[in-house]
Every structure is written in structure tokens, then in C-alpha cells.
């Protein structure tokens, strides 16, 4: 009789471990799936491991087997500790910090707000528009400078930054604003050779008007020693023939040379330096996709402390004001605006005001006013250099 309670307690055990595995089976599951969404694969392991040790602990106690209790015990926090260890990599990626294009509130800068950052004039406007105005939308990098263009010659209203006259959606979905007709006109750099191509398939010739000059700027983590590149030596990094910080003056560390996404304004600026050197693969990152695939993408900058990454100076220095970054001289001249004048600076960019057939009647009057004193003194107070 007793044998028969015995058996009944045990397989009662067996169920109650099974039914409370299996409840907690789906929460485990669903955590799974939101890591691998959060691109925190690395904490799988030890997911795994504390699911498969409550089990293990559960059986121990249920079934009394207290004869290889200590072993097991050691055995899972070996478990445990060898899975948090595999974490620490990912750790320390997920907490260093990020650079990105685009990554500024553009609310700071809208005209007509009373806290807009977005410059003024010292007088009255020469122009003004106040009907059928022309559609802008440009580079983030150049908002606050077509945002101010606009404040000086626009009626007053709001114009919120991602949709309405005067707007910002990047470099490389504003080209296809302008190329598809959606926009009058946009503020960037010169288009990328995938834009040109994709203007000449819709029959649409893009009329590029310098406005200003800016300098394309290749930064480093702060606490890297190295403090000046040659034009050579940052061809060199960028074709994969230089991949230590050593063969140029720093630490025995690998480079890590971040890129950005094709048609972006700062990798057409990188691939318009580089010439006819081949650019070597950027570092990628697995993303889940909305359709459950793992796709590569082009891995933002991280601040590594042998990370380069590359940007534009008004946006590093004024939008973004990253103090973890240190923006490189180059062949021993830095990145200022008396460097860029002078043109001491080797690697600088003109902006341009883009058009691409626009039937807009204040297209041609808007574009002379930008290039007039009072849309240069406006390039000028932003923080660009004009073309005077």
C-alpha cells in the first residue's frame, strides 16, 4: 500500500514539474522571440540556461535526490556563470555610445517657432514668397540652413519638419522626392551615382546650384591618441590596406572603419574621396526584419576605442555636439571654417540648392535670392562658409 502512495507522489511530481514547465514554456519563448527582435541574441544562452536549471532544481526536490544534489548545483552556476560571461561582448556593445546621420531633433531648428535655433537676418528680406510655395526637403545636415532660407522669405506658419513645405527627410529619400516630383527643390550634396541614374530613367536632369561649402570630417574616439591623418593614410584605412591603429601612430589596436548606408549624403561625400580606390566592406549587423528574416545592415558608428567614423563638421560640431568624439585634422590642418575657406582643409564638399525640372514660379527667384548677401550672410550664421 505504501509503494502504491509512493508511486501515485511521484508521478504526481512529474506532472506538477511538467505543468509548470510547460506554463512557463511560452513566456520563455515569447522572451526568446522579443531578444532576437531587440538584437539581444546574446542573452539566449542564459535564458536558456535558467529555464533548464528550474526545471533541474524542481526534479532534484520533487524526487528527493539529494545524493547528487551538490554536483548538480555546481554544475548549473558553472551553467550560469559561462553564460553570463558569453554575455559580457554583447554587453559592452549594446552600451557604447552611437553616432548617427539624422539622429537631431529637427523641431529645434522649424521656423517660426519661438525656441527655433534656425538663424535670422539683420534686416528685412529682399524676397517674399506668399503663394504656390516651393516644396523643400534636403539633407538633416542642411535643415537648419533651408529652414532659416524659409523663415526669412516664407508667411509665417508651422512647417512641421517631416511633412509639410519645408521639410527634411534625409539625402537619399529627398533625391527621390525631387526625381519623382514630389518637391520643388532640395538642399544636399551632389547626388550619388544611383541617383543620377535613377534621374536619367525618369528623364529628369538635375540642375545642382553651389550654395556654401562644408568639410567632410573623419572622427575617433576621444581617448585615441592619434590626432592627425594623411589624405593617404585615411585611403589607406578605408581600402583595407591599413588595419591597425600602429602603422599610423596610435595603439596595437584593429581599426573598426564604420561606413554609412549607400545614397546617404556622408557615403557618396566618402565615395567621392576615395576616387577610384575600392572601399572596402563595411561592418555589418544582423536585424530582424518585419518579415522574420535576419538581414545585414550597415552598422551605425559605435565609439569604440578604435573606431573612425566620418560625418560633416557643422552637424558634429553644432547639431549633434558629441563629446566623445574628436574630429581628426588631416595632412595636419583642422576642420574649421577659416581652414575650409582658405581651402587649407583638403576634404571639402560644396552644398548645393537641387532642382530637376520644377514648374514652380519662384524656383528661379528663391535660388538667386540663397546666392544673394542676404541668403549667404544666412549659410554664414548657420555656421556653413559661404561661396563668396
Known sequence: MQKEKNKLAKAGDVVYVIVIMGLLLPFVLGGAIFLWLAGLLFVLPLLAVLYVSLGVLMVIRGFNQR?????????????VVLSVVYM??????????VVRDGYVDLFEYAPFTETSKAVT???????????NLPIIDGATALYPVYSAFAQAIYPEGE??????????????????????GRVDLIFALAPSANQLA?????????????IGKEAFVFFVNEKNPVKSLTVDEIKGIYAGKIT????????????????????????????????DVPIVDPPVEDIASMMGTIIDQVADYKNYNNAIGYTFRYYSTE???NNSIRLLAVNGVEPIKETIRSGDYPITNELYAITAGSDNPHIDAFIEWVLSDQGQEIVEKTGYVSIR
Do not use: C, H
Open 244 to 275: 591597425n591603429w600602429k602603422e599610423v601612430g596610435g595603439k596595437r589596436k584593429k581599426i573598426r572603419a564604420f561606413q554609412r548606408p549607400e545614397d546617404s549624403g556622408s557615403q557618396t561625400a566618402l565615395q567621392q574621396f576615395m576616387g
Open 159 to 180: 512647417y512641421y519638419p517631416y511633412k509639410s513645405e519645408v521639410m527634411s527627410n534625409r539625402t537619399g529619400e529627398a533625391y527621390d522626392n525631387l526625381i519623382n
Open 121 to 131: 537676418l539683420d534686416g528685412k528680406a529682399t524676397l517674399k514668397i506668399d503663394d
Open 67 to 79: 545524493k547528487y544534489e551538490k554536483v548538480i548545483y555546481r554544475v548549473l552556476v558553472g551553467a
Open 319 to 321: 547639431m549633434t555636439q
Open 198 to 210: 535613377e534621374a536619367e530613367r525618369l528623364g529628369k536632369e538635375l540642375k545642382l546650384t553651389p
Open 88 to 97: 559580457i561582448p554583447g554587453i559592452y556593445d549594446k552600451t557604447r555610445p
